[in-house]
């Protein structure tokens, strides 16, 4: 199933895919979102705040990472479809911090079920952990209420950002249309 065929179901049930990008500041949340809606990078600043933009029948959150805002990031759970986690993959050190906060997403009861891409962000930094490293190091292999998955990339690049999103939206896609006999799909 295409990008197409998930925007045209969208219309017809009349219903906004919600993803929030989430993650530590500094991982590449703001970048990555601008490479998506093919604005220029070279004036990303970090997000104090909230922002939300409209891409393709998706309503995108960027929530800005700074540990005094991490708590406020539970006033934007309800009806969010999916998660991107982006990890600052040249950051070993933060990846502890990283792994809890993800693990505290992921026990949110507003959260239950969504789908949740990891990006494992900056991978076009020399020595950036491997995906597989990151898996390891987030415990990734232990999540068994959301479908889920790692993808290596680079928000600067922009190197297998919408690889990442599609696997994202044909995991959205079948949660929520039921595809039975009758369905064209």
Do not use: C, Y
């Given at each position: 199933m295409g990008l197409l065929t998930v925007i045209q179901k969208n219309k017809y049930k009349d219903k906004e895919v919600r993803v929030l990008f989430l993650g530590l500041d500094n991982a590449g949340k703001t970048t990555t979102l601008k490479h998506l809606m093919n604005e220029p990078i070279d004036t990303v600043?970090?997000?104090?705040?909230?922002?939300?933009?409209?891409?393709?029948?998706?309503?995108v959150g960027d929530v800005g990472g700074q540990r005094s805002l991490r708590p406020y990031w539970r006033n934007y759970f309800e009806k969010t479809d999916a998660i991107v986690w982006v990890v600052d993959s040249g950051d070993p050190a933060r990846l502890e911090d990283c792994r809890k906060e993800?693990?505290?997403?992921?026990?949110?009861?507003?959260?239950?079920?969504?789908?949740?891409?990891?990006?494992?962000n900056k991978q076009d930094i020399p020595g950036a952990y491997t995906p597989e490293m990151i898996k390891?190091?987030?415990?990734?292999?232990?999540?068994?209420?959301?479908?889920?998955?790692?993808?290596?990339?680079?928000?600067?690049?922009?190197?297998?950002?919408?690889?990442?999103?599609d696997w994202l939206l044909k995991d959205i896609a079948s949660r929520l249309y039921y595809y039975g006999p009758e369905s064209s799909a």
């Open positions: 600043s970090p997000t104090f705040g909230f922002s939300i933009k409209t891409f393709m029948h998706m309503g993800l693990w505290n997403l992921l026990g949110e009861e507003r959260l239950a079920g969504a789908t949740v891409l990891i990006l494992a390891k190091a987030l415990q990734l292999e232990d999540i068994h209420a959301h479908s889920w998955r790692i993808q290596a990339a680079s928000a600067v690049t922009g190197t297998n950002i919408n690889e990442g999103m």
